[in-house]
């Protein structure tokens, strides 16, 4: 950071470098539009140290600057001495200085009654990259992370979408990757359990079962997310979008594996025993004495007039 920023924008509450005429040229395009990912959106700079600690240290350098600067912080301070340091790394160091009872929560990492996402798990995307340790021991917080939209090759489990608003949405039914419900821009939206949230929150029409989705939107701002971003504030806006992407994506699953569908009259018949696809769920019926497809969320076979027997047309494929 410069000096101006460390003044006018990390020390100031309320203030974003966002607004501010640096930013918006070398940050945003023509159209006034991020070309960076943003999630946060009101600037609460040095104030979101001081939820873990009471004293912060502060050690920075600003690209292509010769020189840095360091500081101390506390609450209690009236005036923070700023100090230039020549010989220090490009970037910012911030150290906080926690209590006990904070380093017991870092260290037991462990999700309490009302947490599904624990502190190491928010960050969901492998670039940019974000290192994560404790007491000197690298923490690895997923085997796979969920691909970025402008990776050069998304895995085919992963599906994409556009729509309106946003620079692109994925969604996937794996469990091989972050396993996060909801994402935005790489940060976990702990949603109490969106693939089942009564409210339907995210609305995939028929099917049983929701997928895990990723939305990228550089500006941050179109998701409707409430104010501490744990949440949604409404359903999401691109149900309809959606929904056109798992059914054509179940349309291909009936095309393309054998003994799962035939094709009779322009219909595709659906076999209901070999019917395996991941939005699709199953249960035993005793009297039938096999396993039955669900379509819908509140009773079976809703809807199933459209799903098991899908006419092949251009306008869905």
Avoid at 73 to 95: C, F, R, Y
Avoid at 123 to 142: A, C, H, Q, R
Avoid at 191 to 210: C, Q, T
Avoid at 293 to 308: C, D, I, P, V
């Amino acid at each position: 950071m410069s000096l101006d920023e460390i003044k006018n924008y990390f020390l100031s509450a309320g203030a974003s470098y966002r607004k501010s005429r640096e930013w918006k040229e070398m940050f945003t395009n023509e159209k006034g539009k991020s070309k960076v990912q943003r999630n946060g959106r009101f600037g609460i700079g040095v104030l979101a140290a001081f939820l873990i600690g009471k004293n912060i240290s502060i050690i920075t350098k600003k690209i292509n600057s010769d020189f840095g600067y360091s500081f101390e912080a506390n609450l209690n301070m009236d005036q923070i001495n700023i100090s230039k340091k020549n010989i220090i790394d490009i970037g910012t160091t911030i150290t906080i200085e926690i209590n006990e009872d904070v380093f017991e929560i870092l260290s037991s990492n462990k999700r309490t009654y009302d947490e599904n996402v624990l502190w190491t798990d928010w960050y969901t995307l492998s670039k940019p990259k974000l290192n994560i340790s404790f007491l000197g021991d690298e923490i690895v917080t997923y085997e796979n992370f969920d691909p970025h939209y402008l990776d050069t090759i998304i895995p085919n489990d992963w599906n994409y979408l556009d729509a309106k608003g946003y620079n692109k949405i994925l969604w996937t039914y794996s469990d091989d990757y972050s396993g996060r419900d909801l994402v935005c821009n790489g940060i976990a939206i702990p949603i109490e359990d969106a693939r089942y949230n009564e409210k339907k929150i995210i609305d995939v029409g028929l099917f049983s079962k929701k997928p895990k989705i990723s939305i990228f939107d550089n500006d941050g701002v179109t998701p409707p997310l409430t104010l501490n971003r744990n949440n949604l504030s409404e359903n999401l806006d691109f149900h309809e979008e959606l929904k056109k992407s798992i059914y054509k994506d179940y349309i291909a699953y009936l095309l393309t594996f054998k003994d799962i569908s035939f094709v009779k009259n322009n219909t595709i018949k659906i076999k209901d025993q070999s019917l395996s696809f991941p939005g699709v769920a199953h249960y035993y019926n005793s009297n039938r004495n096999e396993m039955v497809t669900q379509f819908g969320e509140s009773n079976y076979y809703k809807g199933s007039h459209l799903l098991r027997e899908t006419l092949i047309s251009k306008k869905v494929i």
